[in-house]
């Protein structure tokens, strides 16, 4: 089994490109290297462009100061699962305001990870502000920057709920 696995990474191995010439003798290499083989360059590894120092080093930080860990359908992706749990936030929250209902768990205690989402997307904003000096993308269709504008209505709302719930 050993051995068969070895041999099946050998091929692979030098399937994928991977230059033979670490494998050879020392005297071998040092004649392939007469007749005018070389060994393959790997390529340059370039920085992630959306990375600090990478934006630094191409002359400011303007370039990539759009950048950001979401954005395009990722953006719309992540607008879409949150923007529900927003909205459930503000009609618990105005709830408790309103009605004097009190805060609860709910079914699953998706009331309790509404409440924890709103707030967790208005802290990923903060942030992203503090950080790069202006809020998350809005992403496709805007959803994302739906969500990050709900989501401050959201904890004020949860705010003012916890105080209306308290006294």
Request: net charge positive; glycine share 14%.
């Amino acid at each position: 089994i050993l051995a068969a696995l070895a041999t099946w990474s050998w091929k692979v191995a030098l399937g994928s490109g991977l230059s033979s010439s670490f494998v050879m003798a020392a005297g071998q290499r040092e004649s392939c290297w007469r007749k005018g083989f070389r060994p393959t360059q790997r390529p340059r590894v370039e920085l992630n462009r959306a990375s600090p120092v990478a934006a630094k080093a191409r002359g400011g930080e303007d370039a990539d100061a759009e950048s950001i860990g979401v954005s395009g359908f990722s953006g719309f992706v992540v607008g879409l699962a949150i923007l529900p749990h927003v909205i459930n936030s503000l009609v618990v929250s105005f709830g408790v305001i309103v009605s004097g209902d009190s805060f609860a768990l709910g079914p699953y205690g998706l009331e309790l990870i509404s409440c924890t989402t709103t707030v967790g997307l208005t802290l990923w904003s903060v942030g992203s502000f503090i950080e790069r000096g202006r809020g998350l993308p809005a992403g496709p269709l805007g959803l994302l920057g739906l969500s990050e504008g709900l989501s401050y209505l959201g904890c004020l709302l949860l705010v003012v709920a916890g105080l209306a719930s308290t006294t």
